[in-house]
């Protein structure tokens, strides 16, 4: 999992971004991974899946300034609970890529 940890926290090219520009980039790419994810579920019977993917990503990015402005402990959290949601999405589309007859 700290691969994802790793990625999602990767800060900013520039060296003078304050914490919290470094926080909502954090945000505003777990929004886009979980957006990526969202768009590679197609399938007819993932249709709910997608919706929930979807859901949780206007959430995230309606609160994103709010996150971004939480004390360290809250935000290690977030980006923690995001990369175990990652991690299992990616766990569940590589078990049903398993069982997926091409």
Known sequence: ???????????????NANPRSRRRQTMERLVQTLLAMADAEIGPEEA????????????????????????????????????????SLQRRRADAARFTVH
Do not use: C, K, N, Q
Request: net charge negative.
């Open 1 to 15: 999992m700290s691969d994802i940890i790793d990625d999602l926290l990767r800060l900013s090219e520039d060296p």
């Open 48 to 87: 709910r899946h997608r919706h929930s993917i979807i859901h949780l990503t206007t959430i995230i990015r309606d609160m994103t300034g709010r996150i971004a402005e939480a004390d360290d402990t809250t935000f290690a959290a977030i980006v923690r609970e995001a990369a175990m949601l990652i991690r």
